[in-house]
Nanobody
């Protein structure tokens, strides 16, 4: 599975961005998908995950109610809708795929995209 994330950019606090992750390969629908982020000087952090069929989702507490993860298995894409953005959301965002139904730990993910930068100004 190859992953290509896009949609990052510069936005003011309170604004919205929509990240997309396009996956190649026939195994997308059998992969749990996740979004992670890494801010400068910090460790990579779990943001959201979605199960193979999109039935189950999970979010880190700091984004609950603001971010929504979804997937379209017919189009091999997973998206992260980010609303009410805050300066502390500034980071490089990565999409990742796991052979598990879904996972929270980055150690359980097998494939990673290249990352897309999100910058939220105050």
């Amino acid at each position: 599975v190859q992953l290509q994330a896009s949609g990052g950019g510069l936005v003011q606090a309170g604004g919205s961005l929509r990240l997309s992750c396009a996956a190649s390969g026939r195994t997308f629908s059998s992969a749990g998908m996740g979004w992670f982020r890494q801010a400068p000087g910090k460790e990579r952090e779990f943001v959201a995950a979605i199960s193979r069929r999109g039935v189950s989702t999970s979010y880190v507490d700091s984004v609950k109610g603001r971010f929504t993860v979804s997937r379209d298995n017919a189009r091999n894409t997973v998206t992260l809708q980010m609303n009410s953005l805050k300066p502390e959301d500034t980071a490089v965002y990565y999409c990742a795929a796991t052979r598990s139904n879904y996972a929270i730990s980055p150690n359980e993910y097998d494939y990673w995209g290249q990352g897309t930068l999100v910058t939220v100004s105050s």
